[in-house]
């Protein structure tokens, strides 16, 4: 069964964060109690996502092998590919003044993320994300819904022709999102504070081998199409030749306190975002355990709504974003949804999911 959408409110908020922490003390003695670091013990990670469900994305000690697919019998429903990456992190300079003077904690793999790209591509109720289909929407547990229309998020089949674009904001170091969901975009732009950027760059280079349904192209990367050379008389080159479809992957700097999209002069310092409106139809911001503490709510969302505001306006691009909370505070989760509804007066869905509910995570589309 696919998952459903609780309409949040000014009223519900509080009911919804209650009954969601309220589950999560009667699941105390089955979820890991900690702050959510994938594996704080070694500098490089293994992980592997495969479609046996969530487990899949547990650490498990392999060779490092190309993507394949699995024997399962291909299905549009469910993603049938399985991805071996590598990740490298760094934990000294998650704690280093001198690397970290500004604290993020983009250094390490946090485990919503890997949770995320398990449940998308691997759950059956995730497949709203995956068809482009309608999901019922209710606005309270007694209350009677109605039907959102939701554009593909990824597109496992390849066969429509709608262009769709990820922008990740608060990306980190890890760079396993564009390498996997790009198999199944046409735009993806991953986007960091500056320091973050290198690190994020060289794990996209190491696993770049799982983008095996695309040709991958980037000028942050430095990536181009290969050219193949002259056969006889013939003048071959690689756009002419029978092949995947194209990724455009690029790695930008974001700063959310001082972006400013209202300023037509300041649309050059961002390409990149200039990329998703012209390639694209509609796009998804995903936002993955970027709220953590107060001090970064306001300045996200703000930066949720230029985005929206620009993009809509100036591209008339279909926009949705998912932000993935790992469920630490109850008065930061508390205040990201008073603010985001009742101040910056967006729309916010909570997602409601059997999967999701026995987490420790919670995912929310926002419009």
């Not at 959510?36 to 000690?61: A, C, M, N, W, Y």
């Not at 309608?134 to 390849?158: A, F, K």
């Not at 199409?225 to 700097?253: C, R, Y």
């Not at 729309?347 to 919670?362: A, K, L, M, P």
């Amino acid at each position: 069964m696919a998952f459903k959408l609780w309409l949040l409110d000014e009223e519900t908020i509080y009911e919804h964060v209650f009954e969601r922490y309220t589950q999560l003390e009667g699941q105390s003695g089955k979820l890991a109690q900690d702050l959510g670091i994938q594996d704080r013990r070694g500098g490089v990670l293994e992980i592997t996502f495969e479609p046996s469900g969530l487990e899949g994305g547990r650490k498990k000690k392999r060779v490092r092998r190309r993507n394949k697919a699995s024997s399962v019998e291909e299905d549009q429903n469910v993603a049938v590919d399985s991805y071996h990456v590598s990740v490298g992190q760094s934990i000294s300079s998650l704690h280093s003044s001198r690397d970290n003077g500004n604290s993020t904690t983009g250094y390490v793999l946090w485990s919503t993320t890997p949770f995320f790209i398990n449940w998308l591509l691997y759950s059956t109720s995730a497949a709203p994300f995956r068809l482009g289909s309608q999901v019922e929407v209710t606005c309270g547990s007694s209350c009677e819904g109605h039907m959102l229309e939701l554009p593909r998020l990824i597109d496992l089949t390849g066969a429509d022709r709608g262009k769709r674009g990820i922008l990740e904001l608060g990306a980190g170091i890890s760079g396993i999102l564009p390498v996997i969901l790009g198999n199944f975009v046409d735009t993806y732009v991953s986007t960091d504070q500056k320091g973050i950027l290198n690190k994020l760059k060289d794990n996209i280079m190491e696993n770049l081998s799982q983008l095996t349904r695309k040709r991958c192209i980037s000028r942050s990367l430095r990536l181009e199409l290969p050219t193949v050379e002259p056969v006889g008389d013939a003048d071959i080159t690689a756009a002419s030749l029978p092949s995947k479809s194209t990724l455009h992957l690029e790695v930008a700097a974001l700063d959310w306190e001082k972006i400013n999209l209202q300023d037509k002069k300041t649309h050059s310092l961002h390409p990149e975002l200039s990329l998703i409106g012209e390639t694209c139809s509609s796009v998804y911001v995903i936002a993955m355990d970027v709220i953590y503490n107060e001090y970064l709510i306001d300045p996200f969302l703000k930066t949720l709504k230029q985005l929206k505001h620009w993009l809509q306006t100036t591209y008339n691009l279909q926009f949705h974003v998912l932000v993935g909370i790992h469920l630490r505070s109850q008065e930061v989760t508390t205040l990201f949804l008073e603010k985001a509804i009742i101040e910056y007066d967006l729309t916010v869905y909570d997602i409601v999911d059997q999967v999701i509910q026995e987490s420790r995570f919670n995912f929310y589309l926002i419009t």
